[in-house]
């Protein structure tokens, strides 16, 4: 009688890890739109980033020799921490019908690729500058609003925008005249075209479902730059296997080691809109 072993189930094995790592990768959204540390080969569990102030330049006078000028730096620490998630495949289940490999590497790539995304948009919350408030729906106006917080702290670069689904429906709506496209301007007919504006007031706008709807049926989005948050990555997706015996079964760990912090508060601003339909 022929057997179902470890062995045989290798290329089944090597299939949930391809799709697993897959997965973790397209379905994070957040760790590629802020600062990323990869530490893999620094000790310890922490980092600390260095925060430069800006130094100002004067006129000189000819002949008269310059003054300098002190540079205090301030930092901000980043603690990393382990996060996992386990399914259990039984040598039933890897025998029956449908594609195991691909189903069990999209949840375990998904749940972690969900928690990374849930941690950092934690931070949304921590930054001073707010815009919105309770039961108010979001506008253009109000990403017009965000950019030019963002621009007059001097903030460069590519400015990034994530909100709630249901907060870009609301834009959707408040661009197309609740969807008349009565002007069809570019926007307009973008919004109409797609359900949703990739880039308004110079800033890409992505949506997650990752984002909490409170109580109050609320969410806080958030508009900022790439320096605005960090990521310190000691260890990437990794997935292992092993055996258990009695249980006739394989155990499928899927881990990451990382940790989340805000790195400049004046490079975000929390968007406080009402998240309902």
């Known amino acids: ?56 330049a004067a ?3 000819e002949g008269t020799d310059m003054s300098s000028t002190t540079v205090s730096t301030s930092s901000v620490t980043v603690t990393v921490g382990e996060v ?71 903030v460069t670069g590519p400015i990034t925008a994530v909100i709630h689904p249901f907060h870009a429906y609301q834009l959707s709506a408040n661009l197309t005249n609740t969807f008349a496209n009565p002007n069809g301007g570019d926007l307009q007919n973008e919004a109409m075209r797609n359900g949703f504006v990739g880039s308004i007031a110079g800033i890409d706008v992505y949506q997650s479902a990752n984002i909490v709807v409170d109580g109050g049926n609320d969410a806080k989005g958030c508009v900022f730059g790439r320096e605005a948050m960090a990521i310190a990555m000691k260890r990437d997706f990794n997935l292992e296997t092993e055996r258990n015996a009695s249980l006739r079964a394989f155990e499928l760990n899927a881990t990451a080691v990382y940790g989340v912090a805000e790195l400049d508060d004046s490079y975000g601003v929390e968007m406080f809109f009402d998240a309902a339909l």
């Open 1 to 56: 009688m022929a057997a179902t072993t470890s062995t045989t189930l290798d290329d089944l094995f090597a299939n949930i890890i391809m799709q697993a790592r897959f997965t973790a990768e397209e379905q994070s959204l957040m760790a590629g739109l802020i600062t990323r540390y990869d530490i893999g080969n620094v000790a310890g569990k922490t980092i600390q980033v260095p925060k430069y102030p800006a130094v100002a």
């Open 84 to 154: 996992g998630a386990q399914v259990v495949l039984t040598d039933l289940a890897a025998m029956g019908a449908g594609n195991p490999a691909q189903e069990l590497g999209t949840v375990l790539g998904n749940s972690i690729a969900t928690k990374m995304d849930q941690d950092i948009i934690a931070l949304f919350d921590g930054f001073s500058a707010s815009i919105g408030a309770a039961a108010q729906e979001i506008t253009a106006a109000d990403l017009f609003k965000a950019a030019a917080t963002l621009r007059a702290n001097k």
């Open 59 to 61: 006129d000189l006078t």
